[in-house]
């Protein structure tokens, strides 16, 4: 069921997908103070206490959001009730308006002027030129031991990669998962004239779990068998 759904149409947009279970909103709250675009999140409540919470938050003032409810019936009384990863993605992006979405997970932090960016006439223009193209967003982690602010730009987090103070994301325990990003190519691509990335092929490899930009249509639906967490977009790549 819908909670909120403030949608405003525009010529070029960008709407991130994603999804939470009620102990997690908090995160949700972060991604919108840094993405002034477009955010269309699967919440996954288990009671009617956790329902009637989500009811309760003040999102009335935020504008371009869509908030759903989703909840599971369990088959037994007993059974162990897995978060349905894969099914909430799926309503995230169903309920997705624009025309490009971006595919992530409510943990990850976008950069602050990523939503300007890439609806800037000139650079939506050229990245969505051809119709079966999937630009892939490279993700980072950071040492939250020696870190304690978020880099702001793209020359801070370099920085920090070569202090070995940011990594790609999950290398450290699944290398598979985003190796294939090639993250110190990215890094190394910046241009210092046109503070632009020069973008590149990227290679699949079995286990492949990238966070995709794309055309809305262009993306099949998730694998809804997948639950819990670990390993549950690999097929989907």
Not at 12 to 22: A, E, F, L, N, P
Not at 45 to 54: G, N, T
Not at 120 to 128: A, G, I, Q, R, T
Not at 222 to 237: A, L, M, Q, V
């Amino acid at each position: 069921e819908v909670v909120t759904d403030s949608y405003v149409k525009k010529k070029r947009d960008v709407t991130i997908c994603t999804h939470c279970s009620v102990d997690r909103l908090e995160y949700l709250i972060e991604m919108m103070k840094l993405w002034d675009g477009p955010l269309s999140v699967a919440v996954y409540a288990r009671s009617k206490r956790e329902k009637d919470s989500v009811y309760s938050l003040a999102f009335k003032n935020r504008s371009n959001l869509i908030i759903c409810i989703a909840c599971k019936k369990r088959k037994k009384k007993n059974d162990i009730e897995e978060y349905p990863i894969n099914a909430l993605r799926n309503v995230a992006l169903s309920r997705a308006r624009s025309d490009i979405v971006l595919n992530l997970d409510i943990d990850l932090i976008p950069s602050r002027r990523l939503y300007q960016r890439l609806t800037e006439k000139h650079v939506y223009d050229n990245l969505f030129v051809e119709d079966d193209i999937v630009w892939i967003v490279p993700a980072f982690e950071l040492d939250c031991v020696h870190v304690k602010q978020v880099p702001r730009t793209r020359r801070h987090l370099r920085v920090l990669w070569c202090a070995k103070l940011a990594s790609g994301f999950q290398m450290s325990h699944y290398p598979p998962g985003h190796r294939a990003t090639h993250h110190a190519r990215w890094l190394a691509s910046l241009d210092s004239q046109q503070h632009d990335t020069n973008g590149y092929n990227v290679k699949y490899e079995e286990g492949f779990e990238p966070y995709v930009l794309c055309k809305r249509e262009n993306i099949p639906i998730f694998d809804e068998r997948f639950e819990g967490y670990g390993k549950n977009k690999t097929i989907h790549s």
